[in-house]
């Protein structure tokens, strides 16, 4: 369920800000998910499936943090726009 959340929210984010580099970095980590997935203990052992699946992980969450960031900062330059011209 992680994924196709993930994919949405990524999509939905490329679609608001038009920054193709969040949606990168977020598919990049959702990638590395699904290949730990993939690969699992059978390839990578315990210890690397619980690393890779950590490291996209992280990915993912940074990916969602700078587009949070983004959101948070586009609402503000609006509100400044706002009260600018409503001065």
Known sequence: I??????FALTLGL????????????I?????LI???????E????LGE???TLIGSIIVVFAH???????IQTEYSFRDELNQTAA
Request: glycine share 10%; proline share 2%.
């Open 35 to 41: 290949l730990a997935l993939i690969l699992g203990q």
């Open 28 to 32: 990049t980590g959702l990638i590395i």
């Open 15 to 26: 679609k608001n800000h038009k920054k193709s580099s969040f949606f990168i970095i977020g």
């Open 65 to 71: 943090f700078k587009n949070y960031q983004t959101c």
């Open 43 to 46: 390839i990578l052992g315990e």
């Open 50 to 52: 619980k690393l890779v």
């Open 2 to 7: 992680t994924v196709p959340i993930s994919f």
